[in-house]
């Protein structure tokens, strides 16, 4: 896999996520709690998009990194976030850098999982790297 292929696979996943929710409040769960009374067939399709976009790129990566990789990945990522609080890089008390910071973990977990059958194909030379789980 070339670069834009890599490229435009971060790109989505950060767009997943970053469209859902953000703390700018330009996100699909602002968009869907407002009470403007209109657009409920247009609310309806975004957040089937966003749910069948979500049951397709979560199980990609369950099955590309399984249970073991996602733990520790989910382990590092919750551990960095709570050593750079600790540290003082993200203050406690401004909720909006650790709302983006916390968006950009996610996003990250999630593009490694996506990419992570495409770069272990290129690293090892299989030709089959996702395996159906038993």
């Not at 490229?7 to 469209?19: D, E, G, M, P, T």
């Not at 975004?46 to 590309?64: M, Q």
């Not at 990522?77 to 996610?106: C, E, K, Q, T």
């Amino acid at each position: 896999m070339k670069f834009p292929g890599l490229f435009s696979r971060i790109l989505s996943c950060f767009l997943l996520v970053f469209a859902t929710w953000n703390p700018m409040g330009y996100s699909y769960l602002d968009w869907l709690f407002t009470n403007d009374g209109s657009y409920a067939s247009a609310k309806f399709f975004a957040g089937a998009f966003l749910l069948g976009a979500y049951i397709v790129y979560l199980r990609v990566t369950w099955l590309a990194l399984q249970v073991f990789r996602s733990a520790i990945m989910a382990t590092l990522a919750i551990s960095g976030y709570f050593a750079l609080r600790h540290v003082g890089l993200l203050d406690a008390n401004a909720p909006f850098w650790s709302s983006y910071f916390l968006l950009f973990l996610v996003s990250t977990m999630l593009s490694i999982g996506i990419c992570w059958a495409h770069v272990k194909r290129r690293l090892t030379g299989q030709s089959q790297v996702l395996s159906p789980p038993p």
